[in-house]
């Protein structure tokens, strides 16, 4: 069974991703986008930090570099923040589509620029089944349509890029659980002044049904960040990439089935060419 917990593990990542468009879609019913991110992260932090005082953990910062911290606690809330505006403002489906499509392409470019990298045939291919889905997703023949989700989900992506390298140079010298209570708690400072600029710090009543998503949400972010370093260690590092990019699938379905989202033709072929992107840039 050991073989099995890694790529388990990274699948089991790809639906929480899924489900996580699905929730804050679910809850701005009640909320705000800000509103969601700022419970999302304090849930998370509060949790985290529950995990610390009950086991006794401690945690590990050796040669840190503050800037490169600073850039991480700020650039992972803002992709978050932009992915939940992304969804709110339309179909979960395109929003995770918009998230990989920048998200591709501009691991490309940094490792074009930043560490030399060549683009060879391979993503010379998936930069074509990414032009494809972007035709499929602005129909640029029948008046072209971009809508602010869209756009707001392609900020993301490209954002999320910009943390992960900065997350890989801190992985070196914090323990997971140490960029965790960074990220989450930087994240709900962020969303609180957003709140408080737009005089909607108040929380407005919801059911007890409403609160225990949002104590899920929270969680889910903690089970995510456990994962991936399950994971990884026991999958290999492409086919990990693939499975946990199974989101791509899990959130349209989800979407489909708790919200009755359902995507147009031309979108459901979008977002097969970005399937198949993702795809061959991980083969």
Known sequence: MNKYIGP????????????????AKYLSSWLNPYQVIALRFAGAFIMAYSVVLFTGQKIKFKKLNKQTLLLFAVSFPISVIFFTLSVFYTKVSLAVFSFYIANLVSSFICGSVFFKETIERKKQITLLCIMAALICFTNPFQGFTLNIGFIFGLISG????????????LGESTDRLGLVMIQTLAGCVMAVIVLIFTHTLTIPWMPLTAWGVIALFGAMFLAISYLFLIGFQKTNLNVGSILVSSELLFGPLFALLLLNEM??????????????????ANI
């Open 8 to 23: 388990l593990s990274l699948l089991t990542i790809g639906i929480l991703f899924g489900l996580s468009g699905v929730i």
């Open 158 to 169: 490209v954002l999320q890029t910009i943390a992960s390298i900065f997350q890989k140079i």
């Open 263 to 280: 995507p147009s033709g031309l979108e459901l072929l979008g977002g097969i060419f970005t399937i198949v992107a993702v795809v061959i």
